[in-house]
């Protein structure tokens, strides 16, 4: 039982990528600058920005299908079959959600239950979208469990991050080169993404709970550590339950066990000082005030991308008539604008996954000092701190943020040479084969090193006065906006022929000052970044009031949040 979808029916393949189930693949990879008809439009609201049309090529133009009135009206908005499938399973998921944790509560029913029908309500959503192509969670799932069970303790997190990646990699290369080539192609490699995420998280927590000893560990892998092999039922909850199927987003192992067990709240319910909180400790908490909060964002992101859809094409910023009239502050405006469209799209996705969960019962965090509780465990994105970010790394932080948590998880603070260039490429490999990928992780740790040589050198000039304080804050978030926007563009092109035409009209101007930077500032070395981070945890560390707990807190760098055990 699945859509029928068009081929050709996003403005990007990152479009495509995030709108997951029944995308329809198409030859991106082919994408050239020629074709560009103009519709004589201006950009609303912007003075003095004139001749910035609306325009499109032909290739990226869907073309209108023969359907239904209803759904003619929809694709006139922009909201074609793939995104009107996302929607109706999600909705159909967050239904289950509110119903799972009402008539399936860990006080009503075992966990036994509660995993098999998350595990049953998984398989059917995936089926729905993209038919007998989600077996290959099923084979991904299956390889890399008795991979856990029968290699070795030692090498086991090892190889199953290998296979994970390696068949992860395999199915993103034929959709994308064999399938792309005359046939329709389903974009189930996005929850794959997900479900390698999970594969090597719980790799390499059963790794640390079971192979490795306590004083080898860091606090944060401690509190993450599977000291118990996980039974296939678990695993496969766990890869591909109703609430994550589609759209995410992971979270830790252990997390999930506690939300099927009924075991999330008891832990939680000591604040931050230590203290008992009595008000709240014999009542459990419910998600509804933060679900409608969460799905009131989704709406108003949902508008905002459809109503800036097809005003300001990210496509328009390589036009060869655009880049030789234009002056260029006006294409630097048009840029971040243009970027800025393409952003509510990932706020809607994510915003509503999290809704699902928590209305599911999942992604309690504790509660605030006046006692209302927090719903952001799993949470993967900050939006006020996304768009007022002030330095690359705070903008990193906030976006995505499980894929970087398990980012640094698995790869961060594990790899002895060079990790912040290992985490980026680990990123591009994990987001697909598209070459536009590559160039945009490449740049980014580029911009990374030198944000970081900034920060290091220039900022505490400018700490001595609260007016000097605001003037850098403004200058680095116009700095920060503009480089993130400068970076990402080749991640929306996807080939290589488009990304580097829109770099050599900048003159590759950010990337001859990122080498400058870095060349001319020092930066302290990791070791000693490290050493002071652990020196300023442990000034805010507080000992919990309790014989059987203590309080670990991990890098805040990722969101990693205190939790008591």
Known sequence: MRLCLPRKLFQSEADARVWSPGVISDHRHGL????????????????????????????????????????????????????????????????????????????KTSPFVRHVVA???????????????ALHFLVQSGVTYGIMIFAGLEHMHKYCFVVAFGYLTFC???????????????????????????????????????ACKEEQLTPGQKILAVRKMPSLLEYLSYNCN??????????????????????????????SNGKVNGKYKQTEPSPRDDVIRKLGTCAASLAVYLSLLRVCPVEHIIDNTFVATSPFHVRVIYLYISMLATRPKYYFVWTLA?????????????????????????????????????????????WNIQTALWLKRVCYERCVMNPTAATFLLSAVW??????????????????????????????????????????????WAGTQIAICYTVVPFVLLAVGPS??????????????????????????????????????????????????????????????????
């Not at 009206?73 to 074609?80: A, F, K, Q, T, V």
């Not at 189930?188 to 790799?203: D, E, H, R, Y």
């Not at 992971?250 to 009924?262: H, L, P, Q, R």
């Open 32 to 107: 050239s600058g020629s074709g560009i008809c103009s519709h004589g439009g201006r950009l609303p609201g912007l003075c003095g920005v004139t001749q910035i049309c609306s325009e499109y090529t032909e290739y990226w133009k869907p073309k209108r299908s023969k359907r239904s009135g209803f759904l003619t009206n929809l694709e006139d908005l922009g909201c074609y079959y793939p995104m009107v499938n996302f929607v109706v399973c999600q909705l159909f998921a967050l239904l289950m959600a509110f119903w799972f944790r009402l008539y399936l509560h860990p006080s």
């Open 119 to 133: 595990t049953l309500l998984g398989f059917y959503l995936a089926l729905f979208c993209f038919g007998w192509y």
């Open 172 to 210: 993103q290369i034929t959709r994308v080169y064999v399938f792309d080539y005359g046939m329709y192609s389903a974009d189930f490699t996005g929850p794959m993404m997900v479900i390698t995420q999970k594969i090597t998280s719980l790799a390499f927590e059963i790794h640390d709970g079971l």
């Open 242 to 271: 109703f609430m994550s199927i589609l759209a995410g987003p992971t979270c830790s192992y252990n997390d999930y066990v506690a939300f099927v067990e009924g075991t999330a709240y008891q832990p939680r319910h000591l604040e």
């Open 354 to 398: 999290d809704a699902i969960n928590n209305a599911a019962g999942f992604g309690f965090n504790g509660y605030n000092k006046d006692g209302t509780a927090r719903w952001d465990l799993i949470s993967n994105l900050r939006i006020m701190d996304i768009e007022f970010a002030t330095s690359f790394k705070m903008f990193l932080d906030n």
């Open 431 to 476: 987001h697909g084969v598209y070459p536009g990928y590559y160039l945009t992780f490449l740049t980014g740790i580029a911009m990374t090193m030198a944000a970081r040589a900034v920060r290091h050198n220039v900022r505490p000039f400018f700490q001595g006065t609260a007016t000097h304080r605001l003037v850098y804050d403004v200058i680095t």
């Open 500 to 565: 580097l035409k829109f770099y050599s009209s900048w003159y590759f101007c950010m990337h001859l000052a990122c080498l400058l930077v870095v060349l001319a500032l020092p930066v302290r070395p990791r070791h000693q970044r490290q050493k002071e981070q652990q020196q300023h945890n442990s000034l805010h560390q507080s000992p919990v009031q309790d014989g059987n707990s203590s309080l670990l807190t991990t890098d805040n760098n990722c969101n990693q949040k205190q939790k008591t055990t």
